[in-house]
């Protein structure tokens, strides 16, 4: 069974860049069709996504965070990656890496967040 | 796409049923005939993970007392018999367009 796990920075200061790793266990990352996703929850808040890339290396983002965003994919570490630029305290929250899959039989597009890091918080503070 | 949950919070007795409402602000009617609308429930310090898919189907492994029903902007996930184990936050999601969007999520309290 596939297992991710996010690492990075605890600790971040404002108008720097967050990177984050996730690295998958149990499956390699270039393989079959997954969705590499990102997904940020502030404390006591509800989810957001940020954004993912595709077993292909195709991207979306959220728009809310596009500009700032870049998530890829590192097949020789079996990682993908999340870079957050210019950080502000609303930026403050727990990070999910997470793996969209489809389901036999259903549209090829669709994806469900099927396996989860355990989630790394980051806070954005001088 | 604008996801809105309701109730915020939601105290159950254990036994009873329990309904939850998510409603968005546009169709989430694809043309394949699925309605793009996913459950999901965290459990306290757990990551979340998935109830329902495409508004009505159980994924593996979840008990049948969740259930989900609606169509097109309009959504619930009922619970027959509320048990312990099913305390936490539950979040529908919208998967028809990126961006991805959640509700802001019901709190689901045992009495």
């Known amino acids: 069974q596939v297992q991710l796990q996010e690492s990075g920075p605890g600790l971040v200061k404002p108008s720097q860049t967050l990177a984050l790793t996730c690295t998958v266990s149990?499956?390699?990352?270039?393989?079959?069709?997954?969705?590499w996703s990102w997904i940020r929850q502030p404390a006591g808040k509800g989810l957001e996504w940020i954004g993912r890339?595709?077993?292909?290396?195709?991207?979306k983002y959220n728009p809310s965070l596009k500009s700032r965003v870049t998530v890829s994919l590192d097949t020789s570490k079996n990682q993908f990656s999340l870079k957050l630029s210019s950080m502000t305290a609303t930026d403050t929250a727990v990070y999910y890496c997470?793996?969209?899959?489809?389901?036999?039989?259903?549209?090829?597009?669709?994806?469900?967040?099927?396996?989860w890091g355990q989630g790394t918080l980051v806070t954005v503070s001088s | 796409i604008v996801m809105t949950q309701s109730p915020l919070s939601l105290p159950v007795t254990p036994g009873e049923p329990a309904s939850i409402s998510c409603v968005s602000n546009?169709?989430?009617?694809?043309?394949?005939?699925?309605?793009?609308l996913d459950w999901y429930l965290q459990k306290p310090g757990q990551s979340p993970h998935l109830l329902i898919f495409?508004?009505?189907n159980r994924a593996s492994g979840v008990p049948d007392r969740f259930s989900g029903s609606g169509s097109g902007t309009d959504f619930t996930l009922k619970i027959s018999r509320v048990e312990a184990e099913d305390a936490g936050v539950y979040y529908c999601?919208?998967?028809?367009?990126?961006?991805?969007?959640f509700g802001g999520g019901t709190k689901v309290e045992i009495k």
């Open positions: 997470a793996r969209g899959d489809g389901i036999p039989g259903y549209n090829s597009g669709w994806y469900y967040f099927a396996s």
């Open positions: 890339i595709y077993t292909s290396g195709s991207t």
């Open positions: 495409l508004a009505s």
């Open positions: 546009q169709s989430l009617l694809h043309s394949d005939g699925y309605n793009y």
């Open positions: 149990g499956g390699s990352i270039s393989s079959g069709s997954h969705y």
């Open positions: 999601m919208q998967s028809l367009q990126a961006p991805l969007t």
